[in-house]
């Protein structure tokens, strides 16, 4: 069983190391391992990790299994491509486990927690944009309530990308 909490800025350092891992994890066999390592350098280290945490437009919730980090979810206030449906959308702007964690029931529970905390700050509907050569992420957000409604354009090692953007009405009492 997971226990939830919004990251503090004591938290910067381990984030930054699992936020790194996660990421070279998730996508180590979508994309050049050079390209991935430079996206992780520039957007995982201790400063952006703090930078996140304290933007008041943001709340990092940590994931934890006794005293392990096992994930964390980012839900941010951020504008919404025009192609979200829905009242009051926010951002699910990262959403990560790590690779033991996976396939055990964790992602569930910390999507139930997302859904709590986009509920807290009053949203009524969670948006995102997934790799499309992601299917194991695709996979689970389709799984759990999300459904394709349009594409936003994403840049990655000097490459533009369209995502596919996914919405869900945010489930109050999750």
């Not at 800025?9 to 998730?26: I, N, T």
């Not at 389709?142 to 996914?166: M, N, Q, W």
């Amino acid at each position: 069983m997971l226990s939830f909490r919004h990251a503090a800025p004591d938290d910067a350092g381990a984030l930054a190391s699992f936020a790194s891992q996660a990421f070279s994890d998730a996508y180590r066999d979508l994309d050049d391992a050079r390209e991935i390592a430079e996206y992780v350098a520039g957007h995982f280290n201790v400063p952006a990790v703090l930078a996140l945490i304290g933007d008041p437009l943001a709340t990092t919730v940590l994931a934890e299994r006794g005293a392990e980090l096992a994930g964390y979810a980012v839900i941010a206030r951020t504008e919404p491509p025009t192609c979200v449906p829905g009242p009051q959308p926010i951002e699910l702007a990262r959403f990560y486990l790590a690779d033991r964690f996976i396939g055990q029931g964790h992602g569930a529970q910390l999507m139930r927690a997302v859904h709590r905390e986009a509920s807290r700050l009053g949203a009524g509907t969670l948006w995102l944009g997934v790799y499309d050569r992601n299917v194991r992420a695709i996979g689970f957000y389709e799984r759990s309530g999300f459904t394709r409604c349009g594409g936003k354009d994403f840049l990655f090692a000097g490459r533009v990308y369209v995502d596919p953007i996914y919405a869900a009405p945010v489930r109050h009492g999750a």
